[in-house]
């Protein structure tokens, strides 16, 4: 098991609490970005938004420390979670593209635009670096040249998801 690995879900898991708190205490600012305006909801569309998005979040980000602090098939788990999560958010968003078009004359634009351009690599890096997870150490240890390379775009990866996540965070807030 990998430093890397631990350190990318433990990452993931931060992010994941941030949001989840953020979306407790104002679903208005975190959500706004994104172009939804909450300015005449309901208090129980609050409530709603409050209890889907910080449960979600939190569990995530419970999922995401408890994995990074497991044996080697937790890991491998928690990087199939977080990189399967974040693939399915890049793919609802490359459908809603193609569905609703690019939301190039909105405020949220760019808002879309990078989340989906955070989380593309980020969930390339998470599933890079499950199969580094499966490969045998030895195997590892006598790579040849281009699996060197490809190692080397495995760190980043992971590192493109916490730090996307963290810009994804605070631009949502």
């Known amino acids: 098991m990998s430093p890397l690995a631990v350190w990318t879900l433990?990452?993931?898991?931060?992010?994941?609490?941030?949001l989840a708190v953020a979306?407790?205490?104002s679903p208005s600012a975190t959500l706004g970005p994104h172009g939804l305006d909450l300015s005449r909801a309901p208090q129980a569309a609050f409530a709603e938004l409050r209890a889907y998005y910080f449960g979600t979040w939190g569990v995530l980000a419970a999922t995401a420390w408890k994995c990074a602090h497991g044996g080697k098939a937790d890991i491998?788990?928690?990087?199939?979670?977080?990189?399967?999560?974040?693939a399915l958010f890049a793919l609802a968003r490359v459908y809603a593209f193609a569905v609703d078009g690019l939301p190039l004359d909105s405020p949220s634009a760019s808002v879309a635009v990078a989340t989906f351009a955070v989380?593309?690599?980020?969930?390339?890096?998470?599933?890079?670096?499950?199969?580094?997870?499966?490969?045998?150490?030895?195997?590892?240890r006598r790579q040849p040249s281009?699996?060197?390379?490809?190692?080397a775009m495995e760190k980043i990866g992971p590192m493109a998801l916490a730090?996307?996540?963290l810009l994804a965070t605070a631009a949502a807030l």
């Open 146 to 151: 281009p699996a060197a390379k490809l190692e």
């Open 10 to 18: 433990r990452g993931a898991a931060a992010v994941f609490a941030i």
């Open 119 to 140: 989380e593309t690599p980020s969930a390339a890096g998470c599933y890079l670096l499950l199969r580094r997870e499966r490969q045998p150490t030895q195997a590892r």
């Open 163 to 165: 730090v996307g996540m």
């Open 23 to 25: 979306s407790l205490i």
């Open 76 to 86: 491998e788990r928690g990087l199939m979670t977080v990189g399967g999560l974040v």
